[in-house]
């Protein structure tokens, strides 16, 4: 493993390639700490909370994080994922985006540039409604994320937000072409792996609160790498089909037969099940937090919102899981 470590800085290009993304990174990590302007930082952390276990939560984790603190880049890439999404959809029933695809190169290109015209469009929306959850964020609560909140406060959030997301999806480009390939998905698992030492740390106070016994470590270990073992095995798993190819003459010359194989993934859907099921999950929760305090729809939250001793472990598990799923999915498309 190290050797194989080593050579990569060995060679020239691949080097240069590493570094390059490691410094993307490094980039994309100093975005995530650059607050947006108007909001009030302690307030959103205190108002966040009742948001752990919502869609706002798994939202969260997927951009490392910048959502609960309201930074420029509390969109991440999720709007041009949302675009691409919309693309692929379309390109199988819009005749003309059907055409383009089929072009090869050229077509792809443009593609890519209808798909960036609205992630515009789509982080715009975003931005105004997220500019509409922090100013509603606290209010039951007695706490003003957003004192001055109005026409300018909308104003800049949308300007700032976009902006974040548009470089972020220039960060992303720029990592797939001059880096070591695969850009998007590198930073969503930069996010996941952002949240998970985080996890470990209150896991470890846990512990030492006397919240967690030994054997329950323990358990939580060994779950945990079965868990490892089993999306590593159905990540690599293929399935292999069969072909025979028959005697042929060319010329003179007799060739014999051969058998080979075509190798089909058994999991070719990669980590989009585990984020509709996650989101299915607690979706009810999350439209439970619109109604009233009083109203007989909390119910829900006050269930999801019950906390065990095993949960801060549970949550390292979870950003664990969803990182290994996220590159396992990555891996197979």
Known sequence: MLEKLRNIFQVPELRRRVLFTLAMFIVYRMGEHLPTPGVNAQALTSAFRSQANTLFGLYDMFVGGAFSRATVFALGIMPYISASIIFQLLGA???????????????QKKITQYTRYATVILALVQSYAYAMFLESLGRSQGLAVVPDAGALFFISTMITQTAGTIFVMWLGEKI???????????????????GLPNSVMQAIDSFRAGNLAVLTIVVLVAVLVALIAAVVLMTQAVRKIPVQ????????KQFAGQSTHIPLRVNTAGVIPIIFASSIMILPATLAGFFPVDHPAQTVVLVQSQRSALQPALRGDHHLLHLLLHRGGAESQ
């Not at 029933?93 to 077509?107: A, C, D, I, N």
């Not at 390939?181 to 930073?187: D, E, H, M, V």
């Open 93 to 107: 029933v819009v005749p003309s985006l059907e055409k383009l695809r089929k072009e090869g190169e050229e077509g």
């Open 245 to 252: 190819y028959p005697n042929r003459t060319v010329g003179r």
């Open 176 to 194: 797939t072409e001059f880096g070591i390939g695969n850009g998007i998905s590198l930073i969503i698992f930069v996010n996941i792996l952002g």
